[in-house]
Antibody, heavy 120, light 110 residues
Framework: EVQLVESGGGLVQPGGSLRLSCAAS????????MHWVRQAPGKGLVWVSR????????SYADSVKGRFTISRDNAKNTLYLQMNSLRAEDTAVYYC?????????????WGQGTLVTVSS | SSELTQDPAVSVALGQTVRITCQGD??????ASWYQQKPGQAPVLVIY???NRPSGIPDRFSGSSSGNTASLTITGAQAEDEADYYC?????????????FGGGTKLTVL
């Protein structure tokens, strides 16, 4: 059974940093592109970042470029999102999602999300 | 980045057919995928590609596309279909292999 379990969320002050993790199981993690998607309270889904299967290629939404870094450790079956210079508008539930083979923007499995709250 | 536009809210009578649309320039080049999200839950993929359903998704869900518009159709809507629905596609602007989501449509089953 495919499972994605996010962790690392919490309350952080503006300007602070946080690292999210997404532990994957039930599939060959190293074969799949992965994404982070966020959802502010009461708002819609917003794509944040993606990484290819071996970690050699990444892409970011303009709103987080230069502040967030996506990475992965295929030996540990884990996806990461390092978030620096956090702002109030980064407050959201952060989901990791697996991309379907061959088409990187179809997300066939999602984690349950981890809440990040940026507030003083 | 490119944008996808959805109607904020749509309603349908129980057992009737409803179409939820998604408009954007990127849809002229790329198929959309569709996600169902119920309160407090993670999104679930319901349609991807030309008209493909993941295992476990009822066949009352179907997808289509024409020009810059993608559509999700629910034929014979059920009470359990009440949810938020989001489309997404590849970002066709300069963001290399980025992704864009529509703003979401809240479906009410009457």
């Amino acid at each position: 059974e495919v499972q994605l379990v996010e962790s690392g969320g919490g309350l952080v002050q503006p300007g602070g940093s946080l690292r999210l993790s997404c532990a994957a199981s039930g599939f060959t993690f190293s074969s799949y592109w992965m994404h982070w998607v966020r959802q502010a309270p009461g708002k819609g889904l917003v794509w944040v970042s993606r990484i290819n299967s071996d970690g050699s290629s990444t892409s970011y939404a303009d709103s987080v470029k230069g502040r967030f870094t996506i990475s992965r450790d295929n030996a540990k079956n884990t996806l990461y999102l390092q978030m620096n210079s956090l702002r109030a508008e980064d407050t959201a539930v952060y989901y990791c999602a697996r991309a379907t083979p061959g088409v990187e923007y179809y997300f066939d499995y999602w984690g349950q999300g981890t809440l990040v709250t940026v507030s003083s | 980045s490119s944008e996808l536009t959805q109607d904020p809210a749509v309603s349908v009578a129980l057992g009737q057919t409803v179409r939820i649309t998604c408009q954007g320039d990127s849809l002229r080049s790329y198929y959309a995928s569709w996600y169902q999200q119920k309160p407090g839950q993670a999104p679930v993929l319901v349609i991807y590609g030309k008209n493909n359903r993941p295992s476990g998704i009822p066949d009352r869900f179907s997808g289509s596309s024409s020009g810059n518009t993608a559509s999700l159709t629910i034929t014979g809507a059920q009470a359990e279909d009440e949810a938020d629905y989001y489309c997404n596609s590849r970002d066709s602007s300069g963001n290399h292999l980025g992704v864009v989501f529509g703003g979401g449509t809240k479906l009410t089953v009457l």
